[in-house]
């Protein structure tokens, strides 16, 4: 079973940068298709960003494209998020998460489809 854990999130101000990243433990990590969701306070929780299990494939949102970079590192167990040209709707909670996908080039996008969380972490973009 893989755990996660999410690091990197703070206080940035509107057009900074940040760096997420999402530690896993367990067997198996290198074999998931990971991606980073966001929820903002009263809002439902949305896909940011997906990559596969080898970083072939990636897949972002569009409010993501030209600003956020998913990668991963399989040989640390980490998937990062780069975030550049941050604005104040960016300011959510993010989520690390794995798909049960294994091996698969497929970066699915909805939250349905990933069963790992990790807790989270809080990302303000000040104005």
């Known amino acids: 079973q893989v755990q996660l854990a999410e690091s990197g999130g703070g206080l940035a101000q509107a057009g900074g940068s940040l760096r997420l990243s999402c530690a896993a433990s367990?067997?198996?990590?290198?074999?998931?298709?990971m991606g980073w969701f966001r929820q903002a306070p009263g809002k439902d929780r949305e896909f940011v960003a997906g990559?596969?299990?080898?970083?072939?494939?990636?897949n972002y949102a569009d409010s993501a494209k030209g600003r956020f970079t998913i990668s991963r590192d399989n040989a640390k167990n980490a998937v990062y998020l780069h975030m550049n040209s941050l604005k104040p709707e960016d300011t959510a909670v993010y989520f690390c998460a794995a798909a049960p996908l294994l091996r698969s080039v497929v970066v699915v996008s909805s939250a349905d489809e990933y069963h790992l969380w990790g807790q989270g972490t809080q990302v303000t973009v000040s104005s």
């Open positions: 367990g067997r198996s990590f290198d074999s998931h298709t």
């Open positions: 990559i596969s299990w080898n970083g072939g494939n990636t």
